[in-house]
């Protein structure tokens, strides 16, 4: 790999990555969004799904058998499966499976879920079933504009960006230590930290140091990146790959802009 090819890939893959971190951070908010705007209670599915549901219920239930509910279609089934403790907060709960028949008619269908040994008690869950007609039409009406556009998962995409992400800063690290060699056995560097010093001047670090023959007291000439000679730089501070010099204020100089080794 050449100098210019290092510093177009590098230039690429960092575009490539911030256009990867704003994906997964829109990802994220298209699915939190949607999350927020689907009630808890709410069920979206299709004639024929078997949907995973949960729910608390009262301390003195102590066998699934003490549990009944209400269906306002004979479609729809609530399968009890067992009780259980709340992960978060404990108490008692219980999950079970709704199960939609095949000929399910599409509209908006109830499911209570209360005690069955006292019948005052107020009920455990009331879940809201909104049956579609399609998978089609149960995505068209997704709260997630992903899930409507693309039909996937915000979650999923925000997984793929997020990971695309990481793997384009990983690979942008690699061509930028490449680049760093290869500008370094050129007597080049780039400037990456500017920073103010005293005596009205300012101070930037490079990455040239004792190992490339820079000394302390050396004048190094400093060019912007489009390789125009803005100035110089005196080394006052050099360690084995890196050194520090200082600039009048008057000399533009910001990170990226590139230092020469005389020769």
């Given at each position: 790999m050449k100098l210019d090819q290092a510093t177009?890939?590098?230039?690429?893959?960092?575009?490539?990555?911030a256009l990867f971190c704003i994906l997964f951070i829109l990802s994220g908010l298209d699915g939190l969004v949607a999350q927020f705007?689907?009630?808890?209670?709410?069920?979206r599915a299709i004639p024929g799904e078997k949907i995973n549901v949960n729910g608390p219920?009262?301390?003195?239930?102590?066998d699934l058998s003490q549990l009944v509910y209400d269906t306002s279609a004979e479609g729809i089934q609530l399968q009890l499966e067992a009780l259980h403790s709340g992960f978060w907060l404990g108490g008692t709960m219980w999950r079970g499976q709704l199960v939609l028949s095949s000929d399910l008619r599409p509209g908006t269908y109830g499911v209570m879920v209360r005690s069955g040994i006292d019948p005052n008690e107020k009920p455990f869950a009331l879940f809201v079933i909104q049956v579609f007609s399609s998978p089609d039409e149960l995505r068209q009406t997704a709260r997630s504009f992903i899930l409507r556009r693309f039909g996937i998962t915000p979650w999923i995409a925000f997984f793929v960006f997020i990971s695309l992400a990481l793997?384009?800063?990983a690979l942008t690290y690699y061509v930028t230590q490449q680049r760093d060699s290869m500008m370094a056995e050129q007597g080049l560097a780039e400037v990456y930290r500017?920073?103010?010093g005293g005596e009205g001047c300012r101070e930037v670090?490079?990455?040239l140091g004792s190992t490339h023959g820079?000394?302390?007291?050396?004048?190094?000439?400093?060019?912007?990146?489009?390789?125009?000679?803005?100035?110089?730089v005196k080394v006052i501070q050099v360690f084995d790959v890196d050194s520090i010099g200082t600039v009048d204020l008057e000399t533009m100089v910001r990170p990226?802009?590139?230092v020469a080794k005389d020769h």
């Open positions: 177009w890939w590098r230039s690429t893959l960092g575009r490539a990555g705007r689907t009630p808890p209670n709410e069920v219920c009262s301390p003195d239930i102590q793997l384009t800063f500017v920073a103010m670090a490079f990455g820079v000394q302390a007291g050396d004048l190094v000439t400093l060019m912007n990146p489009s390789g125009e000679r803005v100035g110089k990226g802009f590139v």
